[in-house]
């Protein structure tokens, strides 16, 4: 079955550090979605990507957030100064139709953690 | 704004019990419904989906059905296996946007 990959699994980082998380979503996938759990609380929307540009973003995903597609198969997400509270699990997600009536497939998540 | 709230963990079940992992929502309008579940050390799954009122949602035993009147979405099962031991998240969706908001997830843990 196919699947969204994610690289690194886990990542440790100074503070005020740039990182970048990487996806590979699923190559026949259109639409292209980040998302964050900080421990013990919910999962969160930061991003949703479409025809090279970002259609979609939440509160949290501020300037210090960006997003990539910068070849045919790897989609990134960079925090360029990364704070304390930027620690969490991030998960990417791909879906063909850019609907959540169908529900996307989700990579296994990025443990971030900002020391 | 939209909202789904979970039952707290963590839950503890023995194998072959009965499962009820409840779930409600705040939403406008009509919103999809999902499950999500995450086993150890892999990423979330789609679970079960409903996207209508009414509608019951199902997979790999596992059940749940929307209820409009009580903005619910109840997960359960009837005979739980240690391999389903993992994380349940309750999520909604509206419209063409299609951004999950999600519970707080639910651990459950099936002991032999």
């Known amino acids: 079955e196919p699947e969204v990959t994610q690289t690194p699994s886990h990542q440790v980082t100074q503070m005020g550090q740039e990182v970048i998380l990487r996806c590979v979503p699923i190559?026949?996938?259109?639409?292209f979605y980040w998302y964050r759990q900080i421990l013990g609380q919910k999962v969160e929307f930061l991003v949703s990507?479409?025809?090279?540009?970002?259609?979609?973003k939440s509160e949290i995903f501020d300037d210090q957030f960006s997003v990539e597609r910068p070849d045919g198969s790897n989609f990134t997400l960079k925090i360029r100064s990364t704070k304390l509270e930027d620690s969490a699990m991030y998960f990417c997600?791909?879906?063909?139709?850019?609907?959540?009536?169908?529900?996307?497939?989700f990579g296994s998540g990025t443990r971030l953690t900002v020391v | 704004g939209d909202s789904v709230t979970q039952m707290e963990g963590p839950v503890t079940l023995s194998e072959e019990a009965f499962l009820t992992i409840n779930c409600t929502y705040t939403a406008t309008g009509y919103p999809s419904l999902f499950w999500y579940v995450q086993y150890p050390g892999e990423g979330l799954q789609l679970l079960l989906k409903a996207t209508k009122a009414d509608d019951k949602g199902s997979n790999k035993g596992f059940e749940a059905t929307y209820r409009k009147e009580t903005t619910s979405f109840h997960l359960e099962k009837g005979s739980v296996q240690v391999s389903d031991s993992a994380v349940y998240f309750c999520?909604?969706?509206?419209?063409?946007?299609?951004?999950?908001?999600f519970g707080k997830g639910t651990k459950l843990s099936v002991k032999p």
């Open positions: 990507f479409y025809n090279n540009e970002i259609s979609e």
């Open positions: 999520a909604l969706s509206r419209g063409s946007q299609g951004n999950l908001i």
């Open positions: 997600a791909s879906s063909e139709m850019g609907q959540g009536m169908e529900g996307y497939t």
């Open positions: 190559s026949n996938h259109l639409y």
